[in-house]
């Protein structure tokens, strides 16, 4: 999660171990920028099982 500046644009991105660096993340929406609550809630449907 990276705050850009404004408190309705923040970006996203998960690590991938296959090559050992963060990669960006689009939002539900389609957009990589998103709300905070945005974020969490995309990011918890991988912590879900």
Do not use: C
């Not at 690590?15 to 689009?26: A, G, L, Q, R």
């Amino acid at each position: 999660m990276r705050y850009k500046g404004n408190e309705e644009k923040w970006t996203l991105a998960f690590y991938t171990y296959s090559h050992n660096k963060y990669e960006p993340s689009i939002f539900d929406n389609g957009d990589f920028y998103g709300t905070p609550e945005e974020v969490f809630q995309t990011s918890a449907v991988y912590l879900d099982d």
